[in-house]
Structure formats: C-alpha cells, structure tokens
C-alpha cells in the first residue's frame, strides 16, 4: 500500500533550501537519494565503517551542506549527517562508471530508488533516542516550543506504532532522468504564441520530507516541522478526496512569519485519479524567499493570483481559467483531454478602471497642461486592446488569429494566405516573478504584453506553411519568412 502513494516530485535547489546561513554562503537541506561517497563527512565515514572513498555510491537519507553558488556535483557539497533509516546501502562502482549519467550510475540509481521505496517505518522512530528523532524538527531553535509535527507527534504519543511512515526521496535539476510534467505535479502551460501568457504558470510541487499516515489521512511535513501538505486515501491506498499543500518559509527551524502558511493549491481526486476543479494560488512571499532581505517584509508583487484548472478523469479537460491579484479574470485556456482546443481569450486587466471612475465623478474644471498630456495619455491606452482571442485545434493554431504583432490564416498549425507583422507599441507587465516560473525563456515568460498596433511592417503569402516568393518589408527591403525589416543584409 505504502509503494502506491508514494509520491515522486522533483526538488529545485531555489525552493528546497531549507536554511541560509547569516551571511548567505551555504545552504543546508534534508535529501533521500543516491551521493557519491566522497561527499560524506569524516566523521559520517567513520562512524558508519565505510572502507571505500572516492568510487562508491552510498544510498540513503542524509543532511547536506553546500556552498551558495557552487554547481551539484562539485566537492563544496558535503553530507554532514547520514541517518540510519533507511539502512544505508554502499553501491559499487570503478573509474568512469562512477561518474552521473554512466550507465553503472544509473543502475545503482534504480537499485537506490527501490531501496528508498520499500522503506518504511513508524512514528515512533521519532520519539527521543529514536534512529530519526531530530531528523523532522520537532522543536523550535528560537524558543523550544512544539513545532507542527511536534505537535503531531505529541498528540498520537499512545499510538506511535500503529502509525506508518516514510521519507519523501527527491530528483535533483541535474538528474539525468527527470519526471515528466505530470509527475512532478506541475500544472504547465507552454507552446502558446509569444508574449500572450508566460510560458508556464506556475510550479506547484510536493517538497514534503516526511509523511506519516494516521487512519487515511497522510500528512507530509518539511525537515522544519512545517506541515506541507495533507491528502486522504482509500483502502487501496489510492488518493481519494481533497489533497491540501500550504507554503512555508523553508529555513530551519524556527517559527515562520504570517507571511507563510497559506494554501498553495487544492487537487480532488477520485480512487486515485484527479476529478474537479483544482485551484493553484501564488503568493509572493514564496517566490521572493530567495530574492529578498530574509528579515524584510517588504515582498515583491505581481498580478498572477490563482488558477482554476479543470480536470476529468485524470486529464486537464474544460476551460482553465487565470486570475490577477485583484480578481480579474485574465486568460481562459480551453483544453480537451490535456491538448489545447478551442478558443482561448486573454484579457487585459492591468488597465486601472478605477482611475477613470473616480474621473467621472470629479467637477468640471479648466484644462490644464498637465490634464491635457494625462487625457492624450489616456486616449493612447483606450487604442490598445482589451482582448485578444487565439483558436486552437488539437493543440494547433487554426483559423485566422490576430496576435496583435502579426496577423495570419491558419489551418492546422500552418500558415496558408496572406500573413502580416506590424509596428507595436508595446506594455508590458510581470505576471509571475522571474524565480517563480519554469518557463523556456526566463527572460520573456514572466511578462506579459499589451500591444498597440501601428502601420504594417512586412506582408507575405504562405501555402502549407511554406513562403511563396519572399517578404516584404514596407521600407523596401525583401527576405525570406524570418526578414529582418530594420536591418538590410
């Protein structure tokens, strides 16, 4: 039962750092996985009698110090504790093979994944003097109080054994086999044209180190204490209901400011397949950890709030549906058994209404120059659009769609007829910050773009998507699909 919902997520370095020293050189944080032998401290390699070095792979649970910009792999990383459950195995290699990305490496990486995954043990492990009693801080550093699972703890103290638990095991960004999409428990939205919506919305991943199961609930904790997340299961041990995940200040281990602890996002499942609405919100407390003062309340927003996704069956199936931080409805992503399909609208709600509310009840008064530059201002934006409107078919881009910069008649992802670009005058506005997004470009896909359209820039006819002849540009200069118009090579 346990091997069922045993739930694999990828761990990022940015969002599973788990402490950062004063001065911000290293980072400590709690991993089950596969390291190289030669990463253990002394004192680790002594108390376990480990007689081989540098070519061997050690697979376990371990506390890990690494220097603040240096890459994975290199010597800074250093495992400064390594705990007894689960027992630790010494997987062999030589030479070249125990390289990453070797083919012994990923052997030994398939044996240390069925090691941690048949692993399990009770809550009374933790109790004191137990193998992993401080592994999940059960107290706060700054006071001593009871931490969340502390508490937890505490509260089931008569019934520890009957209480099963294991240890959360993480890929890393450099793994040389990382989760698709839908395992990792990302909601991603690619592929769409340049600068309508960010290329992904958002990354909502399960970083919980520690779960526990009392009756069907499974509650998983952070190596802080923190609860992270809690999801039921049926007899089966598939998951079934209302799966819960909070955001938390992930820095050891002391109490978290009000800033934290809000939901993240809500999933239903039915016997083990998604069903309903799911609902991923974003706060910039997270996402800001890592780019702000830690003792600064000062955090950083932006116009993403939440995202509505609709799933059926275990797919993404319906409209999806995106919010700003004022409640506007933003985008509407249509989808069809997880392919987009349909008509997708994004909405401009950056533009203040509010401003020319409050205008329209003000007196009458004498124009002045400033009331003059403000009302040309405003006569400008009101050209921009309020919407734009992109159809899909299967995943493709069909029909004739106006993406504010170019204009052209699509038939199945392909271009066919006359297509045009245009001079823009572009605003454009932070959805998601920068450190909060997966997307393929950093520098673009938390940006979104209104556009003003302007004179036509260059025009050409295209069959099949092919070009026919060449493009050309309004000041004369011709070229194939991907002229440059500003420049004449």
Not at 46 to 63: M, P, Q, S
Not at 431 to 438: A, R, S, V
């Amino acid at each position: 039962m346990m091997k069922q919902v045993i739930k694999i997520s990828l761990s990022i370095l940015a969002a599973f750092c788990v402490f950062a020293s004063a001065e911000g050189s290293s980072e400590s944080y709690f991993d089950c996985w596969m390291e190289n032998v030669g990463r253990v401290s002394a004192s680790e390699i002594e108390r376990l009698g480990i007689k081989t070095y540098g070519e061997a792979w050690i697979c376990g649970c371990f506390n890990i110090t690494e220097n603040e910009g240096d890459e994975w792999g290199e010597g800074a990383t250093k495992i400064t504790k390594v705990w007894d459950l689960p027992a630790v195995e010494i997987l062999k290699c030589h030479s070249k093979s125990c390289l990453e990305n070797s083919e012994q490496y990923n052997k030994n990486l398939d044996l240390c994944v069925e090691h941690l995954n048949s692993t399990g043990f009770t809550l009374a492990d933790f109790g004191e003097g137990k193998k992993v009693h401080d592994a999940i801080a059960q107290k706060f550093s700054d006071d001593g109080k009871l931490t969340p699972f502390g508490k937890y703890v505490e509260e089931r103290k008569d019934r520890l054994e009957s209480i099963p638990c294991f240890f959360q095991y993480h890929e890393r960004p450099d793994a040389p086999r990382l989760l698709d999409w839908t395992r990792k428990g990302v909601f991603s939205i690619s592929g769409l044209p340049e600068k309508l919506i960010p290329d992904a919305v958002g990354r909502f991943t399960d970083y919980s180190d520690v779960r526990c199961k009392d009756g069907n609930l499974w509650s998983g904790f952070l190596v802080n204490g923190y609860l992270e997340n809690e999801m039921s299961v049926d007899t089966e041990g598939k998951f079934h209901g209302r799966e819960t995940a909070y955001g938390n200040d992930m820095r050891l281990p002391v109490h978290q400011s009000k800033e934290f602890g809000k939901v993240l996002f809500t999933v239903d499942y039915i016997h083990g397949v998604k069903n309903g609405v799911a609902k991923f919100y974003r706060y910039s407390a997270i996402d800001n950890m890592r780019l702000e003062n830690p003792n600064s309340k000062k955090y950083k927003s932006y116009h993403f709030l939440h995202l509505e996704v609709p799933y059926k069956k275990g797919a993404v199936h319906g409209m999806v549906n995106m919010f700003s931080q004022k409640g506007f409805l933003m985008a509407e992503i249509p989808f069809w058994d997880n392919t987009l399909h349909g008509r997708m609208t994004i909405h401009y709600p950056f533009v203040d209404d509010e401003k020319a509310k409050k205008k329209a009840k003000k007196p009458a008064k004498k124009k002045g120059k400033k009331d003059v530059e403000e009302e040309a201002e405003e006569t400008s934006s009101s050209k921009l659009k309020d919407k734009i409107t992109v159809d899909f078919k299967k995943g493709l881009l069909n029909g004739p769609n106006d993406l504010g910069y170019s204009f052209g008649n699509y038939r199945d992802g392909k271009l066919e007829g006359k297509f045009m670009t245009f001079e823009v005058k572009e605003r454009c506005y932070e959805w998601i910050p920068l450190n909060g997004i997966e997307g393929t470009d950093p520098e673009k896909s938390n940006m979104v773009c209104m556009t003003e359209k302007g004179e036509k820039k260059s025009w050409g006819t295209f069959r099949n998507g092919e070009l026919q002849g060449l493009m050309e540009c309004a000041n004369g200069i011709k070229g194939k699909e991907n002229v440059d118009c500003d420049h004449a090579y």
